[in-house]
Structure formats: structure tokens, C-alpha cells
């Protein structure tokens, strides 16, 4: 087929004003109805603080709620699994923990995959972990206490398999050579 040089330049020109003219973008406002933080440790844990505080914030800045939902279990892989299977349209947000990221290692039977069905929107705290005993327990430091738990059974709690406080005490162990009786909370 031919085309005509009459009605080439007419083609042509037809096309410049789309190409001149610049593209004007409508985003919807965002959000659109209350947006879900998930926590995956219990009420009044230090996770639920964090989302707590930070949903307060994002209500105010944003006029909408942003209510905390905790979803307590597996150290965290239930929540991220309930967020990784929700719409990805923003209104489902996880407050995740370095749990999340043992979690890959620990459980080989998770139903997502946490770097392929998540995304990082923010980084919010750092933290660090402590190890205390009872005022009246005789070990006073880190030396007494080995030497103290490698003559004596102790027992050490946690905030559940899996967790920070967990993971540690487990290197404690390895590093030390002292054996533990592990006693996991619910947060």
C-alpha cells in the first residue's frame, strides 16, 4: 500500500500534540479506607508498641485509620504469611522484626517466600538484647553465670521458639558450653 505524501504529514502531524503536550497523571489518594498494621508478637509486646505508635502517627498525617492487628504465632510467620496472601494495594502493612528474617532458616515448611512476597517500605528501630537475672540468683555476671550453669541446671525463658531472645540464648549456649533448659512464653 501506498501512502500519499499529503497524507503522511498529516499523520505525522496528527501525532505531535500527544507527543508535546505533557502527560498529565491522576493518583488516588491514598488511603482509601483503614489500613491494617500487623504485628506478629502478642498485645503489649515491644513489636505492638512500635505499630501502635507508628499507626497513631499515620493516622494523624493521613486522616484515616490505621488500626494494629495482632497476629500471634510461629514467631512472626503468621503475620507475615497473613500480609504476604492480602491485596498488594498498601492497606495491609506487617510490622516485621529480624524474627522474620531467622524464620527463613528456622522453619522449612513456610507457605511464602519472605524476600519474593514482601516488600520493605521502612525502616523503623534497632534494637539490641539483654540478659538479666534475678536480683537474688548468685551469679552477678557473665563469668559467674557459666560457671554457675555448668555445675547447675538453669533455665532460661524466652519470648518463644524462634525469637530473638531465643536465638541467642542458643548462641550463648553454643559459644559457652553451658546447657540450658529453654522455657518459651507467648510473647
Not at 541446671?153 to 518463644?160: A, R
Request: glycine share 10%; net charge positive; proline share 6%.
Amino acid at each position: 500500500m501506498k501512502v500519499g505524501r499529503r497524507r503522511f504529514i498529516q499523520t505525522a502531524l496528527a501525532g505531535i500534540p500527544a507527543v508535546a503536550v505533557p502527560r498529565i497523571a491522576w493518583s488516588q489518594a491514598y488511603p482509601v479506607r483503614p489500613v491494617r498494621i500487623v504485628a506478629g508478637f502478642a498485645p503489649g509486646g515491644q513489636a505492638d508498641l512500635y505499630a501502635r505508635l507508628i499507626g497513631q502517627l499515620l493516622s494523624e498525617r493521613f486522616g484515616r485509620p490505621f488500626v494494629v492487628e495482632n497476629r500471634v504465632g510461629a514467631t512472626g510467620s503468621l503475620a507475615a504469611e497473613s500480609v504476604s496472601r492480602a491485596a498488594p494495594d498498601g492497606h495491609t502493612l506487617l510490622l516485621t522484626t529480624a524474627a522474620d528474617a531467622w524464620n527463613t532458616a528456622v522453619y522449612n515448611n513456610l507457605r511464602f517466600n519472605y524476600v519474593r512476597d514482601l516488600a520493605p517500605v521502612a525502616s523503623i528501630a534497632r534494637g539490641m538484647g539483654v540478659l538479666v537475672v534475678n536480683p537474688s540468683f548468685p551469679a552477678k555476671s557473665i563469668p559467674e553465670l557459666i560457671a554457675y550453669a555448668k555445675v547447675n541446671k538453669i533455665s532460661l525463658g524466652s519470648g518463644g521458639v524462634g525469637g530473638q531472645s531465643h536465638i541467642c540464648l542458643a548462641l550463648f549456649g553454643m559459644l559457652t558450653g553451658v546447657e540450658m533448659v529453654h522455657v518459651p512464653y507467648r510473647g
